[in-house]
């Protein structure tokens, strides 16, 4: 994929990295955010309402796919049971043919601090400049005291899961479905556990090992599938599509597309995962982004911080946490 013709974009997507260096320090090899992660392989099997929705063709025929679970910040080596270490992220990837995909990406909080890229630099510059145990007075207390959409999502509960299969992911941002009719329709991901949500209370995670959720992930997988649902929430005339800080009611159709089957890890797990460079805007006949600012300049971040990534020259993370 191509970077943004925006200089714009490229330019705050590079501030943007720049700033997460600042807070998690420099890893080579690894992403700015998002840096602790697991790859796992198998298949996608749409639901006969899926066509309904999309004519995309991963969404109409089983598909591949590669999904990366992953903890929060860009510290390579954090705890799972650290509370920063959420919200969990999930990359999902439909390979669709040689060197052709589409991809999901989600995260276990639903929505985002900020509209624009620019208020999230600014977030994370005030985020840099302040200690969070002692916020009086600090850039991040007015920082937040100025926005109550990231105040909001600061706040909200994001206790840690008892396993990555036990985990609920929300799209952060809304795309245009369009079916072979022509007809178009705003959906957002949610993706589901079939074994249920289920959540650890805080005493509950701070008895875990510092890496009890991948040790989880591979004790499961050799056991047996981990299955999720890919669903759609669709939003009524009127909701805003356009704004990830805007959050759908719960009373919205959810439509289910179809089931995520993993049935083994990746192959070269470290190797795939420094090279494997997720894209937020789906770029396949049948889905396309919604005008939502934060798009371009995600697709912008992924790409350069990838490109860094795969730079850093083949060194060899070899840990399953890598």
């Known amino acids: 994929m191509p970077l943004p013709s ?24 690894f992403r700015p955010a998002h840096a602790k992660g697991a790859m796992l392989t198998g298949t996608f099997t749409p639901t006969p309402a899926a066509a309904s929705l999309t004519r995309a063709p991963h969404m109409n025929r089983e598909t591949p796919v590669s999904v990366r679970f992953s903890d929060s910040t860009g510290i390579p080596v954090i705890p799972d049971n650290d509370p920063n270490a959420n919200p969990r992220g999930v990359g999902i990837r439909f390979h669709l043919a040689e060197r052709v995909h589409t991809d999901i990406i989600a995260h276990s909080t639903d929505g985002f601090p900020t509209r624009t890229g620019q208020e999230f630099l600014e977030f994370l510059r005030a985020l840099a400049a302040s200690d969070p145990a002692h916020l009086s007075g600090s850039p991040l207390e007015a920082y937040l005291g100025a926005h109550p959409k990231a105040l909001a999502f600061v706040q909200a509960p994001k206790p840690a899961p008892s396993s990555f ?22 959906g957002r991901y949610r993706i589901v556990p079939e074994a249920g949500v289920d959540h650890l209370t805080a005493e509950a995670a701070a008895a875990k090992s510092a890496n009890y959720l991948f040790d989880d992930l591979a004790e499961r997988i050799a056991k047996g599938p981990i299955t ?30 179809g089931s995520i089957t993993l049935t083994a890890p990746t192959a070269n797990d470290a190797h795939e995962q420094q090279w494997t460079i997720f894209d937020p805007i789906p770029r396949v006949d049948g889905i396309d982004a919604s005008d939502d600012p934060l798009l371009e300049l995600r697709a912008a971040v992924y790409l350069i911080s990838g490109r860094r990534r795969r730079a850093a020259g083949g060194s060899e993370q070899t840990a399953s946490h890598a």
């Open 6 to 29: 925006d200089e714009k974009i490229v330019a705050l997507a590079q501030d943007l990295i720049q700033q997460f260096d600042t807070i998690f320090g420099l890893h080579p090899g």
């Open 165 to 186: 299969a036990r985990e609920q992911f929300f799209g952060v941002t809304a795309q245009r479905f369009a079916n072979k009719d022509g007809q178009s329709r705003y």
């Open 228 to 257: 999720f649902r890919v669903v759609a929430q669709l939003p009524n005339d009127g909701d805003i599509v356009n704004d990830a800080t805007e959050h759908w009611p719960e009373d919205r159709t959810l439509l289910d597309l």
